[in-house]
Every structure is written in C-alpha cells, then in structure tokens.
C-alpha cells in the first residue's frame, strides 16, 4: 500500500507540477505587467492588458534569444544555474519539459505506432519520443524505444514506456492524425 502511495504521488508530480508551475508563472507575469498599467495615458481600463504585456514581453524575449547576444547571456545564465545545486536540477527538469513541448525543429512525437498494451491482443496507438539510451538500454537485450502513450479525450496527458523495437507495429499516420483520432475517441478515423 505505502509503495503504491508513492510511486501514485511521484506519477502525481510529474504532471502537475509542470502545469503548475508554468500557470504560477504567468500569473505573475501578468499581475506584474497590471502594476505598469498607463492610467495617465489611457483613462479607462482594458481589460486584459497584462495579458497582452506579457505576450509581447514574451515575444520580446524570444526575438532576443534567438540572436548571436542572446545566446551568450543564456549560457552564461546556464552556467551560474548549474553551479547551484538543487536549482540546476529543477531548472534542467523544466526546462527539458518545455524544449519536448515547444520546440518545432525537434519534434518531440517523431512517429506513431500501435503496441499491444495493457494486455496481448489489445493494442494502443503511441507516440515514439526517442530511443533508449544509458544504462537502461546497456541492461536490456534488445533495442527499446521511448513512447508515449497518450489518454482519451487529453492527449496531452499519459504517460510514458520503454518498448522493444521488434514489439512495434508501424503506422502511416501524421501525428495531427493520430492526435484526432485520441480526441475524438476513435470517432474521428482515417
């Protein structure tokens, strides 16, 4: 029973602290950007103005990053974090979390396939997200694959296994597709 709180707890975690944590933020984005609002300039109030701040702050950010300065003070940013113990961890866990969300260059889903999963002869449509590497895959015979297996109707969430190469079953669906399909709850097939 303790082992099952446990291992349901950290399973807990791992979703809703990502959520939490990036819905905290920018709740405090956007009451800090309210604080600036221009009551002399404009008269009356606009409803979602710290939203909009932050978006382009944002924006901002993001045009700033992206140039040769930018990535300079990132590493250098970088560097200071992982000289801070527990910092480094949570800051590398976060920010892995959010590369595997929003980056478009490295798709995070590179293909769907189908495994027989929770039992043989029942198969689920997953998303592979890479191929096992380190010490996992050193103790295993065979070649395993990372995948997600995404839940009905919130494709966004599931959970995460590593499977034999050989026990995959190849699909010829984009993942736009396959997201769908999940959504609707198979109502929406090719």
Partial sequence: MKKALRKYFFSGLLVVVPIALTVYILIILIKFTDRFYPTSVLPFYIPGFGIIIT??????????TTNYLGKKLV???????????????????????????????????RRV???????????????????????????????????????????????????????????????EEAFRLIVSGGMASK
């Avoid at 978006?55 to 700033?64: A, D, H």
């Avoid at 527990?86 to 969300?101: D, R, T």
């Avoid at 295993?140 to 599931?158: D, H, I, R």
């Fill in 55 to 64: 978006f382009c702050i944002i924006i901002l950010v993001g045009v700033v």
């Fill in 113 to 175: 396939v189908l495994i027989e999963y929770p039992r043989r002869g029942i198969y689920t449509m997953v998303f592979v997200t890479g191929v096992t590497k380190g010490e996992i895959q050193a103790k295993t015979q065979q070649k395993l694959l990372n995948v997600f297996v995404p839940t009905t109707p919130n494709p966004t969430s599931g959970f995460y296994l590593m499977v034999p190469e050989d026990d995959v079953i190849e699909l010829d669906l984009s993942t």
């Fill in 75 to 109: 590493a250098v940013g970088e560097m200071i974090i992982a000289r801070i113990p527990l910092v480094k961890e949570i800051y590398h866990s976060i920010k892995q979390i959010a590369e595997a969300m929003f980056t478009m260059e490295d798709k995070s889903f």
